[in-house]
Each structure stands twice: as structure tokens, then as C-alpha cells.
């Protein structure tokens, strides 16, 4: 994962790298990053889009493949398969698509030397973006794929539950950051497994107070980590929305996420609450294709654009923004 500094600065100097992630399942994930992958490619840009969501891979339905091409799963499984191989050109120009593990079962949770590989045959695809479809929830895996770019996507619903498992996602994911940056002190590995132990009752962990203690025992390592940790930046896009109006929630989170993680995030997307994307997926059709007019293909049309013009940059009021993006796409509706 972040131990490889430089496999994701290389990774990053050839391609936009947006692995997208959800604290839970059932939120829209993998329709939103197989349409975001679309909509890339529609627009001019090289786009491949791969399934990561290893023990769960489904991807190709959303793209309105069938299922018969091997992917990463036999890649891991076999030494027979070249990983070049396995990307498949889709119907849509731009776009390829690297299935899962769709068709090997059992690989929900890969090995350390079986990540390295496929970290390694992933910097070598070619394309203008790479769009890493994760698995839902806080598994190493997940949070190591996420950790290949400082700059990533989170999809979640408004629903309490939806809201509360993507604040635990950002936490699992910062704490799993200032691990690795510790890895070589034992002293304060030790702190911090101790750290993370702790009982319920006590006192909720936060990445200010864990610097601290870091800084108790080292103050350079401390400052590493504040360095480190400062470099990511995610995305969020709210999905199934039913009015701009439920947006009055992001002050609360923006003061959730900055006391309890110190962590800036950008505002990305809106979609709307569409029974198109319904329509499509029991058609096993292709939502922006199916359904180019519907509300929720022109929020994600939007994302993408967004994307396209913005995307190494940090957002100013994005917040605000998004807002009134959000108002001016409902009138039109």
C-alpha cells in the first residue's frame, strides 16, 4: 500500500489514478464507477476501469458484459496468465475493462506478495485515467488500493448508517496511513496497537492526539506522519439524493472530519435519486448509455467534467459549490 512511496509517485506521474471506495455496501459504487469510467471515455480520454472489489466482483454487470473473461482472480491464481491479457476492450470507445476475480473464488483476501504483484503489473497499464472500482468496507486490501493515490473517491447515501460508515472508512484508512509512516519504530508501534485497542468507553481516538503521543516518543517521526497525512485529500460524491437540501449536512461533517481526523475533503458530486438506474440494472443494461437524459447520467456527466478540470487541484468552497450545482441541476430537471 503507502509503503511504496515511489510505485505510487510513478503511478501518478503517467495517470489519473481514482480509486473509489464506500463504507458500506448497497450505496451505488460500482454503477457510479463503471458510468464515471464511461462518460472518461465519451469524452475523448483513455480510460480503463478495473474491478477490485476482490471477493465480490460484479463490475461487469454494470458495464452490461457477461461474465466470461478471466481477470484478476486467475492472474493471482496461476502463473499462466499474462496480466496484459486480461484487459478487455468494451464496446465503448476509450474504455477497457479489467475484470475481478468473477470466476475464482476464495480471493477475498489476497496475500502480501500476491498484492505486490498485482500493484506491479497495475503501474504499467496504459491510460489517460485508471478508475479503481474497491471493495465496500475497511479490509486491508481496500484500504491499501485506496492508499494508491493521495486522491480518491468516497461514495455514500444520505442515511445515518451510510454517513457513519464512511467517516469509519476515513478513519480506518488515516490510522492505517500513520501506521505505515511508524512501521519502523517499534516503540511506537507498540503505542499505537494499544492505542487502537482501547475500550469503547474511553475517550474517542483522534489523529491530533495520536500525533501527539507520537511526538512523546519522537517529534521528527511526529512530524512525518502530520506531513504524510496532510497529503490526502478524498473526494466525496452523495448518491440517491432526493433534494439539494440534504447538502445543510456537510458543515457538521466538514467539523466531523477535521476534529476528529484532521482531514480536509473536497465536495465532488451530487446524484440524484433516479429510477433509471433501477430500469437499467434489471435490464443489465448500461445506465449512461440506456438512459444518456436521466438526471443521474447528467450528475455523473458532471462529476466526470469535474474530473476532467479539476482534479489535481484542491477545491475552494467546494462546499458552497456543490450546493449551488446541485440547486441549478434540480431546476432543470
Request: charged share 25%.
Amino acid at each position: 500500500m503507502l509503503s511504496d512511496f515511489k510505485l505510487r509517485e510513478h503511478m501518478e506521474n503517467k495517470r489519473t489514478i481514482i480509486p473509489i471506495a464506500s463504507g458500506k455496501g448497497g450505496v451505488g459504487k460500482s454503477i457510479f464507477a463503471a458510468n464515471l469510467s464511461i462518460a472518461l471515455a465519451g469524452m475523448g480520454h483513455s480510460t480503463v476501469v478495473a474491478d477490485l472489489d476482490l471477493g465480490g466482483s460484479n463490475l461487469y454487470t454494470c458495464l452490461g458484459m457477461p461474465n466470461k473473461y478471466p481477470g484478476i482472480g486467475d492472474f493471482l491464481k496461476t502463473k499462466h496468465v499474462k496480466f496484459d491479457d486480461l484487459i478487455v476492450q468494451t464496446s465503448i470507445p476509450n474504455l477497457k475493462f479489467l475484470p475481478g476475480d468473477g470466476r475464482t473464488p476464495f480471493m477475498a483476501n489476497i496475500s502480501y506478495d500476491q498484492r505486490l504483484a498485482l500493484l506491479k503489473e497495475l503501474k504499467k497499464i496504459s491510460a489517460e485515467y485508471l478508475v479503481l472500482d474497491l471493495g465496500a468496507g475497511t479490509v486491508f486490501n481496500t484500504l491499501n488500493f485506496y492508499g494508491l493515490a493521495y486522491k480518491g473517491m468516497i461514495i455514500t447515501t444520505f442515511e445515518t448508517a451510510s454517513i457513519m460508515n464512511f467517516i469509519m472508512f476515513l478513519r480506518n484508512f488515516m490510522f492505517r496511513v500513520v501506521s505505515n509512516v511508524t512501521r519502523h519504530n517499534q516503540e511506537v508501534l507498540n503505542m499505537l496497537i494499544t492505542a487502537f485497542q482501547q475500550p469503547i468507553r474511553s475517550e474517542p481516538l483522534t489523529l491530533s492526539s495520536l500525533v501527539r503521543r507520537i511526538a512523546d516518543i519522537d517529534p521528527q517521526l511526529s512530524l512525518k506522519v502530520q506531513k504524510t497525512c496532510s497529503y490526502y485529500r478524498p473526494r466525496i460524491i452523495f448518491n440517491m439524493g432526493d433534494h439539494p437540501d440534504e447538502l445543510n449536512v456537510l458543515e457538521k461533517l466538514d467539523n466531523t472530519l477535521m476534529k476528529g481526523l484532521s482531514v480536509e475533503a473536497d465536495h465532488f458530486g451530487f446524484i440524484f435519486h433516479d429510477d433509471s438506474v433501477r430500469k437499467a440494472a434489471k435490464k443489465k443494461k448500461v445506465l449512461i448509455t440506456q438512459y444518456p437524459r436521466s438526471i443521474a447520467s447528467r450528475c455523473i456527466k458532471h462529476i466526470a467534467k469535474r474530473v476532467t478540470e479539476t482534479w489535481d487541484h484542491p477545491i475552494k468552497n467546494s462546499k458552497v459549490r456543490l450546493m449551488e450545482e446541485t440547486q441549478k441541476l434540480r431546476i432543470e430537471n
